[in-house]
């Protein structure tokens, strides 16, 4: 059974400094595009950061620059540094395992997800 844990969240102050962790079980992460999205209240979720094993990472123009994704294979984790937070960064963020099979299908793992809350 495959279970992506996230822990991290919670309420901060605008400017202020938080970091999500996504451990992963039942897969290797080492063998997943590893990324983090959002979904506020009422809009869609959206991508923040992903980065494939061993390549660079991807970020939403709306965070570049405060936001860094890592990774830790060893762990089966990865990582979410998120730095001068501000309140549209307010949402539940997600972890997220894909893949793409030698077949073309596309194999996608979400954890539960973890509510950030930025006051202003």
């Known amino acids: 059974q495959v279970q992506l844990v996230e822990s991290g969240g919670g309420l901060v102050q605008a400017g202020g400094s938080l970091r999500l962790s996504c451990v992963a079980s039942?897969?290797?992460?080492?063998?997943?595009?590893m990324g983090w999205y959002r979904q506020a209240p009422g809009k869609q979720r959206e991508l923040v950061a992903s980065?494939?094993?061993?390549?660079?990472?991807t970020y939403a123009d709306s965070v570049k620059g405060p936001f860094t994704i890592s990774r830790d294979n060893g762990k089966n984790a990865v990582y979410l540094q998120m730095n001068s937070v501000k309140p549209e960064d307010t949402a539940v963020y997600y972890c997220?395992?894909?893949?793409?099979?030698?077949?073309?299908?596309?194999?996608?793992?979400w954890g539960q997800g973890t509510q950030v809350t930025v006051s202003s």
């Open positions: 997220n395992a894909k893949r793409v099979t030698v077949f073309g299908s596309v194999i996608d793992y």
């Open positions: 039942g897969i290797t992460v080492s063998s997943y595009v």
């Open positions: 980065m494939p094993n061993g390549g660079s990472p």
